[in-house]
């Protein structure tokens, strides 16, 4: 029996990995979304080859590729296929220096990664559980969704910045920020940088005030992924987060892609509020942070 081990992938290996993540693609949309923007000479793809495919591993033809694992920055985006026995990953101590920040993924294949890092020595501080949900039909018009008279919904501009990092700071400390993490401003003005730069968003605006924000977190093949989801405090139950997510949803969809995002499953709220929208359950997802 030929023993698998993880392997960096290979420019050989491009047309088999991506018809994989392809066939993956509904339950990874955010891994294949940092395959594609990923930085080649930094980030990583490690494969695992099938050994009985019988057909040469690098042939980009085979398939022969059993699982991947795609590294982002100190993140980990485990596609096992299925797998719940793989080789330890012990190229993560090369990678981040022993210091993996998260991994995520479906439920049972972010279960199978974290248990082979314990045995690399690696064991997540914090597991959060998630509902990976799924939209492909533009849900109704989003002026019949409701919401306070006067909402304004648009894209930002640039002379919204202060607002919006406002807004973003506190979406991250009240959704992102792990329990033992730490806030950073800073860190977070930056990542509200690169997404006014590099992804879609939409804000809400009422009598002159930004009260909330949504936004892509990846653009995968085919699929957008949803993130950034939030409103005010002082603004909330007032339908506000449905109109603004059923109008940004319409609008990624019109552009020909499916949408996929992941929510809390301790926040009904926002459960109901997607749901509403017309998002359906597709799998449990899992991110664990070290």
């Given at each position: 029996?030929?023993?698998q081990?993880?392997?960096?992938?290979?420019?050989?290996?491009?047309?088999?990995?991506?018809?994989?993540?392809?066939?993956?693609?509904?339950?990874?949309?955010?891994?294949?979304?940092?395959?594609?923007?990923?930085?080649?000479?930094?980030?990583?793809?490690?494969?695992?080859?099938?050994?009985?495919?019988?057909?040469?591993?690098?042939?980009?033809?085979?398939?022969?590729?059993s699982?991947?694992?795609?590294?982002?920055?100190?993140?980990?985006?485990?596609?096992?296929?299925?797998?719940?026995?793989?080789?330890?990953?012990?190229?993560?101590?090369?990678?981040?220096?022993?210091?993996?920040?998260?991994?995520?993924?479906?439920?049972?294949?972010?279960?199978?990664?974290?248990?082979?890092?314990?045995?690399?020595?690696?064991?997540?501080?914090?597991?959060?559980?998630?509902?990976?949900?799924?939209?492909?039909?533009a849900?109704?018009d989003?002026?019949?969704?409701?919401?306070?008279?006067?909402?304004?919904?648009?894209?930002?501009?640039?002379?919204?910045?202060?607002?919006?990092?406002?807004?973003?700071?506190?979406?991250?400390?009240?959704?992102?920020?792990?329990?033992?993490?730490?806030?950073?401003?800073?860190?977070?003005?930056?990542?509200?940088?690169?997404?006014?730069?590099?992804?879609?968003?939409?804000?809400?605006?009422?009598?002159?005030?930004?009260?909330?924000?949504?936004?892509?977190?990846?653009?995968?093949?085919?699929?957008?992924?949803?993130?950034?989801?939030?409103?005010?405090?002082?603004?909330?139950?007032q339908?506000?987060?449905?109109?603004?997510?059923?109008?940004?949803?319409?609008s990624?969809?019109?552009?020909?892609?499916?949408?996929?995002?992941?929510?809390?499953?301790?926040?009904?709220?926002?459960?109901?509020?997607?749901?509403?929208?017309?998002?359906?359950?597709?799998?449990?997802?899992?991110?664990?942070?070290?």
């Amino acid at each position: 029996m030929i023993k698998q081990r993880w392997q960096k992938m290979k420019k050989r290996d491009t047309a088999a990995i991506e018809a994989l993540l392809r066939s993956r693609e509904r339950w990874c949309t955010g891994a294949c979304g940092r395959y594609l923007s990923r930085d080649t000479a930094h980030e990583h793809v490690w494969l695992l080859k099938n050994p009985a495919s019988g057909i040469s591993a690098g042939s980009p033809t085979a398939g022969g590729i059993s699982a991947l694992i795609i590294q982002s920055k100190r993140g980990l985006f485990p596609v096992l296929c299925g797998l719940e026995d793989i080789p330890l990953p012990r190229f993560v101590h090369g990678l981040f220096s022993g210091e993996v920040h998260s991994l995520q993924g479906i439920s049972s294949e972010a279960l199978t990664l974290a248990r082979a890092l314990e045995k690399c020595g690696l064991r997540a501080a914090e597991d959060i559980d998630y509902e990976l949900m799924s939209l492909d039909k533009a849900p109704p018009d989003s002026a019949r969704m409701g919401g306070p008279a006067g909402l304004i919904l648009r894209k930002p501009e640039f002379t919204d910045m202060n607002a919006l990092a406002a807004l973003h700071a506190a979406y991250e400390q009240e959704e992102v920020v792990s329990k033992n993490g730490v806030f950073s401003a800073a860190v977070s003005r930056l990542n509200l940088q690169r997404i006014f730069t590099n992804e879609q968003m939409l804000v809400a605006e009422l009598n002159g005030r930004l009260v909330g924000k949504i936004n892509t977190s990846a653009d995968s093949f085919t699929r957008f992924q949803v993130g950034g989801v939030y409103v005010h405090p002082d603004f909330r139950a007032q339908g506000i987060a449905l109109r603004m997510t059923a109008e940004f949803v319409r609008s990624l969809i019109a552009q020909g892609k499916g949408v996929s995002l992941f929510v809390k499953k301790s926040n009904p709220a926002a459960l109901s509020v997607y749901r509403r929208a017309g998002f359906e359950f597709l799998a449990d997802y899992r991110i664990s942070y070290y």
